[in-house]
């Protein structure tokens, strides 16, 4: 199988990149994703068939200091709204103390979300892709430069393998997983690859708890939805509800939060355990309405085989600084970039880290190959 370009990983950056790519006038490349489904990270759920969606991975951006990621936004088609936070914060400042209530605040920048989830991104980028170029269940699983191109060699769930023939290669998944679930020969330079593995993943330690609920009853009683605890086993706690209306029958009404328990820890305890907790939770600080949960579900991306790597299991509490996307001497360079969020150099792990790492991988690959 030949192609000019393969880009590795079917997330927001691999299908901004294949966009972009169409846009550009070249069609000859491969896009591999290798899992199930597109989107990575951006995963939403539904409380009911057809219902609405609610995010699991990633759920705000900010437009005010992500522009670039706004205005493909508005490119696309697609509605936005300010994630809802009028009302009152409640607080469980430690294990046993009482919930408290306390003056809700506003973020600046306002957070921003999007209307059936951060899925709608990846379905519209999607549907603008020519499909022959899109495969899922391909999983990568070594990379060969050789003098006369570059053999992607990817496996499907059967372990058949397929080898793709290409000039020129985008990562876009992070770096970690990059360094630590592909095969590269000649091997990366070992200063590349170091970076590249001691770089966390954003959100792979991480676990979310979603509860969808018949109406937002919180609104009701003057709270946000919003609160935070020393208690737990939720850290941090959101309202989100669809849209900014009140719920409706439709399920658009629900709260969700941070867990947070270790990744070790929450697989000891179990997810029935943990759903029963968090649920629990929700009660002390909302009331008895809390315990009418239409739906829950738990996300626990540290559990999540093309997400987490062992090392990724700890939480790292700030975002940081991005490691080299490329090779600058030996059979690399010039061949392979990472365009993942992870590599950008404004947004790192953010959704904007994504179209920025992108954009400029792909301006570089440009360069590289004008006459």
């Known amino acids: 199988m030949n192609a000019r370009i393969a880009i590795i990983g079917g997330g927001l950056a691999g299908l901004f990149a294949a966009w972009r790519l169409q846009e550009r006038g070249c069609d000859d490349f491969v896009l591999l994703e290798a899992g199930a489904r597109f989107g990575g990270r951006i995963e939403t759920v539904s409380a009911q068939t057809g219902g609405a969606r609610f995010d699991l991975g990633p759920t705000w951006f900010w437009p005010e200091i992500q522009p670039e990621l706004d205005r ?11 994630q809802h936070e009028r009302g009152d914060t409640m607080i469980e400042r430690s294990p046993g103390s009482p919930p408290a209530r306390v003056r809700g605040y506003a973020g600046a920048p306002a ?20 499909p022959q170029r899109l495969h899922c269940d391909q999983r990568v699983t070594r990379i060969d430069a050789l003098a006369d191109g570059i053999d992607v060699h990817a ?46 993943t954003w959100m792979a330690p991480h676990a979310k708890y979603l509860a969808v609920y018949p109406r937002a009853f919180w609104r009701e009683h003057g709270l946000s939805g919003e609160a935070r605890s020393g208690s737990g086993p939720l850290a941090e706690i959101h309202d989100a509800s669809t849209r900014d209306g009140e719920g409706d029958a439709d399920g658009e009404a629900a709260l969700f939060g ?24 929700l009660v002390r600080l909302f009331g008895k309405e809390a315990s009418d949960v239409r739906f829950e579900t738990i996300k626990d991306w540290a559990a999540t085989r093309l997400t987490a790597t062992a090392a990724d299991r700890l ?3 700030h975002h940081w600084s991005a490691p080299d996307n ?28 994504a179209i920025d790492a992108t954009q400029t991988a792909i301006d570089a690959l440009f360069t590289e190959t004008s006459p």
């Open 155 to 200: 496996q499907d769930a059967q372990q058949r393998v397929t080898t793709w023939r290409v000039a020129r290669v985008l990562l876009a998944l992070p770096p970690r997983l990059a360094a630590t679930t592909i095969e590269f020969q000649p091997a990366l330079p070992d200063a590349l690859a170091d970076a590249w593995r001691a770089t966390p």
């Open 111 to 130: 957070a921003m979300r999007l209307a059936g989830g951060m899925s709608a991104l990846i379905d519209a980028l999607r549907s603008r892709i020519a």
């Open 258 to 281: 941070f867990i947070g328990i270790p990744a070790d820890v929450r697989a000891h305890i179990g997810e029935a355990a943990l759903l029963a907790a968090c649920r629990a939770q």
């Open 326 to 353: 490329a090779a600058t001497s030996g059979v690399w360079q010039g061949h392979l970039v990472g365009s993942g969020s992870e590599w950008s150099l404004r947004y790192p792990g953010y959704l904007a880290g």
């Open 315 to 317: 939480a790292t509490p």
């Open 72 to 82: 493909l936004v508005h490119e696309l088609g697609l509605e936005r709204f300010a």
